[in-house]
């Protein structure tokens, strides 16, 4: 069984470009969260989505960012107009779809993002 | 003042000595907790999680919760090199699974 699966696992950006970050949850799990993480610091949540449903994203900034996750296909987090501020590793979580086990997430590999 | 507070280390312990790793919060409103294990440039790796006070056991490792104290420590014992890695405590509240909330995570590393 194939765990969270995130690609690209490096990303490089200029400035004023478009980041696009892949994740596939594991099988069977119908519950997606992105998270950031910045150097020597812990997780913070960014948003989570079920299948074509964007059910919390207080974590998110309000301006160039924004998630998807379609009914076929991997989620997307997207990150237009890249500031070097926005440098860090994204790491995607999956979880089953029973609403009290959302807690028990899974984490996939992460993507770093650097801007130069 | 931060909802969770983790000593960020570094934590330098010789092979086959008892790893003790704690946080604390604030918020009372915390109802399950789990640390995560991360290995340098890898994705966290949930270890153990509880949801009430008291400890819980699984094989090296032991979770303990102090609801009164808010305070939750992770113990390793017979400790080896390959626990060397970052430990990230989290905690959250029912009502709001999707929002877990992360300590900044010790570094520790064993000694052979």
């Known amino acids: 069984n194939a765990g969270v699966m995130q690609n690209p696992r490096h990303l490089v950006r200029r400035r004023g470009q478009e980041a696009r970050l892949r994740c596939s949850p594991m099988?069977?799990?119908?519950?997606v969260y992105w998270y950031r993480q910045l150097p020597e610091e812990g997780l913070k949540f960014m948003v989570y989505l079920q299948k074509e449903n964007i059910i919390d994203e207080s974590g998110m900034p309000k301006e160039r960012f924004s998630a998807e996750f379609p009914k076929e296909g991997p989620s997307i987090l997207r990150i237009q107009q890249v500031v070097r501020g926005d440098s860090a590793a994204y790491f995607c979580?999956?979880?089953?779809?029973?609403?009290?086990?959302?807690?028990?997430?899974?984490f996939g590999p992460g993507t770093r993002l650097t801007v130069t | 003042q931060k909802e969770v507070e983790q000593d960020p280390g570094p934590l330098s312990v010789p092979e086959g000595a008892i790893v003790s790793l704690n946080c604390t919060y604030s918020?009372?409103?915390?109802?399950?907790f789990m640390w995560y294990r991360q290995y340098s440039r890898k994705g966290p790796e949930l270890l153990m999680y509880t949801y009430s006070s008291g400890n819980k056991e699984d094989g090296r490792f032991t979770a303990q919760v102090d609801k009164s104290s808010k305070y939750i420590s992770l113990f390793i014992r017979d400790s080896q090199p390959s626990d060397s890695a970052t430990y990230l405590c989290a905690m959250g509240v029912y009502s709001s699974a999707s929002k877990i909330i992360f300590g900044s995570g010790t570094r520790l590393s064993i000694r052979p």
């Open positions: 099988k069977g799990h119908s519950h």
């Open positions: 979580a999956s979880s089953p779809p029973n609403r009290e086990l959302t807690y028990e997430q899974y």
């Open positions: 918020n009372s409103a915390f109802q399950y």
